[in-house]
């Protein structure tokens, strides 16, 4: 049985509010695990002495996920967005943590690099705090291109799962993927 197979069928005991939900969720989890993983992997933190590891951004988000009350999913595409947005918000947490050790006179700055989601010929490694101030920006400006980039970079969706999820067609995904990309690359290089 596919991950896609076993999300549905799982997916109607998970939207419940009682126990059985909660066991849904606990094998949501399971099903998914590898691909959340891929996707927590598809952010690459260059910092040899960050704690978010793969495995400790999937498990953290997660718990930040099924905490949050209200919690629904409507389908696999959906959850892979609710997560990215998840590990989205661990990653900038942890930095924030470090930048403030930093400021004490301890501590440095994640970096990531941005490899296809921001041309690594155009802006190289770049903050990760500044990338977040800048999709911030973008997502008062444009929320559906801000959608894009988090759903690609946050959440390793391809083009055509966005397509799906946002009800859009692939051009347009990829006219808002290169406008953005460029957009974010100006902003994040005059932030360093």
Known sequence: ??????????????????RVA??????LFSVTYEE?????????????????????????AWLRLVKSP??????PLHFKRIAA????QLLIEAARRRNASKRGGAG???????????????????????????LSELSRVEPRQAAIVESRFFGGLEIREISCLLGI??????RDWRSAKAWLGNRVRQAG
Do not use: W, Y
Request: proline share 3%; charged share 25%; net charge negative.
């Open 1 to 18: 049985m596919s991950v896609e197979d076993s999300f549905r069928d799982l997916l109607p005991a998970a939207q419940r509010d009682d």
């Open 22 to 27: 909660r066991q849904a969720l606990d094998q």
């Open 36 to 60: 959340l993983r891929r996707l927590a992997a598809a952010v690459k933190c260059q910092d040899p002495s960050s704690t978010l590891s793969p495995t400790a951004l999937v498990n953290e």
């Open 70 to 75: 209200g919690f629904v999913v409507e389908s």
């Open 85 to 88: 947005r998840a590990m989205r």
């Open 108 to 134: 440095e700055a994640i970096f990531v690099t941005f490899d296809e989601s921001l041309d690594s010929a155009a802006t190289g490694e770049g903050d990760l705090l500044a990338l977040d101030s800048a």
């Open 169 to 174: 067609s692939e051009a347009t995904i990829l």
